[in-house]
Each structure stands twice: as structure tokens, then as C-alpha cells.
């Protein structure tokens, strides 16, 4: 029985004298929840304990770097993806110590997503192996569906029916989610084997004819990844991508640029934003740089720009500039950007803008029936095989993750009000249903975006994940 066992209350007394250990779960093993391990034991005293939680067998990687595909590539230059703030080489002189390490990878390479995965992997290996890490670190494969709390108790992880997880401090790093179906008149169509909603699992295109047509709902860099596989095993038929505007990413400007400064301090508003935004791109371009160079540069100021935009001006952001963000901000790598473009010239791959409005299942075929954007016509395509790219779900009032549905039910939780992810403090700390913060409960990665907005790719969560060790360092 503990004498008092608030998280707040450091390294308790059992009744019988005894120190005990302070407990911090991190529920998700993905990139995300491993670093912040990794931070956790660095920083915290050799009598806090973290446990590490993930259902899936593969830990340290999470569905981004779970890909075996090669030409998956990075949409980030391996110059940009070490795991640390404060080692930007970490990764590059890791792939440099690869027995098959290639010649020519450097700073500005793209490189196979996979061989990410393998070095977070990897890191975690090491920690592992460090003196002491075994008492300290403990992985643990499940899948936690509950978190319950008593007052002033410590909280308990529910895996399944019989297990438990007692924990002082917990993190939610749960990460991404498969896409939202999109709206169409008959929802029986997504119980067909015609559908296939997660694009990301291992058998999205299993036994599919190769000269099939086939649907891909969604523009974006999850579709690029679905043609590029597509493509990897030899599909031969017409590749049709579907979105509202059919705008598909950018690529990234070849070669390494030099950063620019803005000449100007960010302003507040969205209008002078993107005023100032254009304005920089025209000059960065007149001075030989890119717009990339000038997206790139304002990268580090992206959490203080949205957070300083009042919440008017980040719903108009949501709803006008959203996609034009995107696909400016989340570019391609070169050699991806000319196979996506290739598929286009040679007329494999087409790009629709428009408005779905029904699919139903055939005895052979489905038959997709969508509205043109700007157009009063209809237009019909017969399909195959469809597959949602429509990038992750974020609206977690409509996500159907057991955990995520039970945290909300329970009031642990709520959903930030841009429906971006969780409502979270700038630290990370939970908000529950009425609003008031948890001192228990934690999140990092893209469940955080609605505080962040950009807390997708590597570069943010890193920094995310060593703030908020540092913060729970200072509570365990
Ligand atoms: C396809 C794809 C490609 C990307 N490419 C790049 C890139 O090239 N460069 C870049 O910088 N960023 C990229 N990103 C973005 C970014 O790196 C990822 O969003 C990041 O990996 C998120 O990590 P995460 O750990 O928060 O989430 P995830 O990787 O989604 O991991 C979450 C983990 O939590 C586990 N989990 C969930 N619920 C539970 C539960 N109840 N109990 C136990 N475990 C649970 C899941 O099984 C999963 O392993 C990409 C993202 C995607 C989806």
C-alpha cells in the first residue's frame, strides 16, 4: 500500500520504508513514443522506470518505417531525420556505418523509409544493452484499451482482460490513424472486398489483376506511395486519384539550399502571413534560391505562428489554405516526384478533382459516380479495386480506435475544438473533458496537432519529445 501516491509525489514510501520506483508508460511504440523513451531515460533518475507499450509486433517503427518497400523513399533529407536536436548527423553517420552504405548519400539524399525504421530500431537495441537499461526500460507488447484512474492514485493500464499496468505518468503516442471513408450515398460499398480502407496495411493490393483499374481516394503523398507500389508490382492498368481540388504534392527543389532568413518578422495574422509568405517566395526566387528554401526556413517558427493566430484565422487557414499547405510544405524527393509524373505523361496515372458521390459494388467491378469540381455533370469510372489514400484521420469524435474511443467515454479526453487530434496544453498535458488539465496524462506526436499544427514529421516530434521529457523528468 503506498503512503501517498500522487504523480506529483516523487519516488514514493511504501508502508514499509522502502523506495519505489516512479512509473511512466508510453502507450505506442512508433517513432515517436520510442524516442521519447530513449529521452526519458537520459533525463530522468535511475529510479524512474519506463515502460514502453506496443500492440503490434514490430516496436520502433509504427506504419511510416514499417514499409519494406525501397522505393518508399524519406520526404525529408536524411541531413534533416536524425533522432536528435542536437546531433543533426546522428542518422547520416549511421548510414554511413551500414555495411551496404551507398557512396553517395548525403545531406541532401532521400533515402529509403524503411532504412529509418531500421535506425530508430536500432537505437533502441543500444539503449537496451546499456548497463542498468533492463531494470529501467521494459517493452511490453499489448494493446491497451483503458486507462483507469483512482484520486491521488496512480493510473492502471488495462491490456486485455486480465492485464494491468500501474503507472504514475502516462503518454499517449498513438499516432496516425487510417483515413475517414468519404461520404457517399450507400455505406454497404465499404464492406465489399472492392474497398480497402487502410492503405498502409500489407495487403492493400493482394491478388488484384494487374491490368485492373483501380481507384485511389485522395491526392496526396499517401497516394503517391500506393502508385509507387502500384507500379513496384508491375500494375499495368489505369491508376485513377481522386480529390476535392486534385492537387498532389510538390517536389522538393533538387540539391541542397542554403537557408534564408525572412527578411521581415512572422506576423500574426493569417492575410499578412501569407502576404509576407508570397512575397519572400518572389524574392527567393528572383534571388536564384527557391519557395522550398523559404517553406524550410520558416519550418521552426511553425508552432509559434499558429499558435499566435487567433482561432478564427486557424479555422479560415483549415478550411481555404489546408491542401495548398500540404502539398507545398510535405514535398516529394526527386526521384519519387519524376515516377508520379512519368505515370501521368505515359497516362497510367490520372488525376481527378471532384466530388465523390456514390460507389457501388458490382459482381465484377464497382462503379464510382462523382462530380467534376466546378462541373454540373456526372461522370462514372469503373473500378476494381479502391483504396482510401485519403490521408490519416485526425477527428477523434469519429475515429474507431478501441483506446482512444474508451478515453473519451471515460472523460480523460477530449478533441481539440480544429478537430486536428487531442485538446493538449503547449507542455502536452491532456485536457479532459471539461477542460481542466491532467497532471497524469500525457500525448506527444500527431495526436498534439491541433496545439502545434505541425507535429507530423520527424524534425517536429523530435523536439517535441525532448520538451516534454524534460517536463516529466521534472514531475517523476
Ligand atoms: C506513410 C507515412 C510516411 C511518412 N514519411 C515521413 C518522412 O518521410 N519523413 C518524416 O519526417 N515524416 C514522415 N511521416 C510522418 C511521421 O514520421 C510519422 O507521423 C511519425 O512516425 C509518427 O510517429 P508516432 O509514433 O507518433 O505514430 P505511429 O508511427 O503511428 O505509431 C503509433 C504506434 O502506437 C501503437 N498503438 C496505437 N494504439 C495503441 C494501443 N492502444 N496500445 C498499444 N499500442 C498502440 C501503434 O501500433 C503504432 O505502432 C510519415 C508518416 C506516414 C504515415
Not at 537496451?128 to 533492463?134: D, Q, S, T
Not at 466530388?355 to 473500378?383: F, H, K, M, N, Q
Not at 479502391?386 to 467515454?409: E, Q, S, T
Amino acid at each position: 500500500m503506498w503512503k501517498q501516491s500522487s504523480a506529483a509525489s516523487n519516488r514514493e514510501v511504501t508502508a514499509e520504508g522502502a523506495h519505489r520506483m516512479t512509473a511512466i508508460a508510453i502507450i505506442g511504440a512508433g517513432f515517436s513514443g520510442t524516442l521519447l523513451a530513449l529521452h526519458l531515460l537520459r533525463r530522468t533518475p535511475a529510479s524512474v522506470r519506463v515502460v514502453l507499450i506496443e500492440r503490434h509486433n514490430r516496436f520502433a517503427q509504427g506504419p511510416a518505417y514499417a514499409t519494406g518497400n525501397p522505393s518508399h523513399l524519406l520526404n525529408v533529407p536524411a541531413g534533416r531525420m536524425s533522432a536528435f536536436h542536437d546531433r543533426p548527423s546522428d542518422f547520416l553517420e549511421w548510414l554511413a556505418r551500414q555495411p551496404d552504405a551507398a557512396s553517395d548519400v548525403g545531406p541532401a539524399s532521400f533515402v529509403p523509409r524503411r532504412q529509418f525504421g531500421v535506425y530508430i530500431r536500432q537505437l533502441l537495441h543500444e539503449e537496451l544493452k546499456r548497463p542498468g537499461a533492463a531494470d529501467r526500460l521494459e517493452l511490453v507488447r499489448g494493446d491497451v484499451a483503458a486507462v483507469e484512474a483512482e484520486p491521488h492514485g496512480p493510473l492502471s493500464l488495462c491490456i486485455g482482460a486480465e492485464r494491468r499496468i500501474a503507472a504514475d505518468l502516462a503518454v499517449l503516442a498513438i499516432g496516425n490513424f487510417p483515413p475517414e471513408p468519404p461520404v457517399i450515398a450507400d455505406p454497404a460499398f465499404f464492406d465489399t472486398p472492392f474497398y480497402q480502407p487502410d492503405p498502409w496495411a500489407g495487403d492493400t493490393l493482394n491478388s488484384l489483376d494487374p491490368d485492373a483499374p483501380v481507384l485511389l481516394i485522395g491526392t496526396g503523398l499517401t497516394m503517391v506511395d500506393t502508385v509507387i507500389s502500384l507500379e513496384d508490382a508491375g500494375h499495368r492498368g489505369p491508376i485513377h486519384a481522386l480529390s476535392r481540388r486534385g492537387l498532389t504534392p510538390r517536389c522538393h527543389a533538387a540539391g541542397a539550399i542554403a537557408p534564408r532568413r525572412p527578411g521581415a518578422a512572422i506576423p500574426d495574422r493569417l492575410t499578412d502571413s501569407l502576404r509576407m509568405l508570397r512575397a519572400e517566395a518572389r524574392r527567393a526566387q528572383r534571388e536564384g534560391s527557391s519557395w522550398q528554401a523559404v517553406l524550410d526556413e520558416l519550418r521552426p517558427f511553425g508552432r509559434d505562428l499558429w499558435q499566435a493566430l487567433p482561432p478564427q484565422d486557424r479555422s479560415r487557414f483549415l478550411r481555404h489554405l489546408r491542401p495548398w499547405w500540404d502539398v507545398h510544405r510535405h514535398r516529394l524527393a526527386p526521384a519519387v516526384s519524376q515516377r508520379i509524373e512519368a505515370a501521368r505523361a505515359r497516362g497510367q496515372l490520372m488525376i481527378h478533382a471532384g466530388r465523390i458521390e456514390s460507389i457501388t459494388a458490382g459482381s465484377e467491378r464497382a462503379t464510382l459516380v462523382y462530380r467534376p469540381r466546378g462541373a454540373d455533370e456526372r461522370r462514372t469510372l469503373d473500378i476494381a479495386r479502391v483504396v482510401n489514400c485519403a490521408g490519416p484521420a485526425c477527428d477523434f469524435d469519429r475515429i474507431p480506435h478501441p483506446l482512444v474511443r474508451r478515453l473519451l467515454k471515460d472523460g480523460f479526453v477530449r478533441p481539440d475544438p480544429h478537430r486536428l487530434g487531442l485538446d493538449v496544453t503547449p507542455s502536452g498535458a491532456l485536457k479532459d473533458r471539461s477542460g481542466a488539465i491532467s497532471r497524469q496524462l500525457f500525448a506527444v506526436g500527431p495526436v498534439t496537432r491541433g496545439a502545434f499544427w505541425e507535429m507530423t514529421a520527424v524534425p517536429d516530434i523530435r523536439r517535441q519529445c525532448e520538451l516534454l521529457a524534460a517536463q516529466l523528468a521534472m514531475l517523476a
